[in-house]
């Protein structure tokens, strides 16, 4: 995959939030506006920016990032995720502890 593709995006979200879980906010942050010239709409990027910019104090920023994504169309996988979630969390609810 090329080194602005997909894959690179997913990889370096994951790396933001591992820099988030740390405390390591503004390496997250830069890392993610770096990525987010590769795709300006890819909702994890954006979340994940409103997240940093909300640890950085920069909350104009988190701002502009929270209304990028409620701009953004639902999306039908992003439905079907939720739904599956759902159903999941149910079918754990059914099982109780054994004493």
């Known amino acids: 995959m090329s080194p ?3 894959e690179s995006i997913l990889l370096t979200n994951g790396k933001a939030v591992a820099n988030l879980q740390r405390g390591m ?6 890392d993610l506006l ?3 010239q590769l795709d ?3 909702p994890d ?4 920016l409103a997240c940093a910019a ?3 104090g920069k909350l ?21 995720y939720t739904a599956g979630l759902q159903e999941l969390s149910n ?5 109780q502890p054994t004493k």
């Not at 990027?45 to 994940?48: D, F, I, R, S």
């Open 4 to 6: 602005g593709g997909t």
């Open 25 to 30: 906010y503004q390496e997250a942050y830069d």
């Open 34 to 36: 770096r990525v987010l």
């Open 40 to 42: 300006q709409r890819n």
């Open 45 to 48: 990027t954006l979340v994940n």
């Open 54 to 56: 909300t640890h950085l």
């Open 60 to 80: 104009e920023e988190t701002q502009k990032y929270k209304q990028t994504l409620q701009q953004l169309p639902s999306v039908g996988s992003a439905q079907a």
């Open 91 to 95: 079918s754990f609810s059914r099982f």
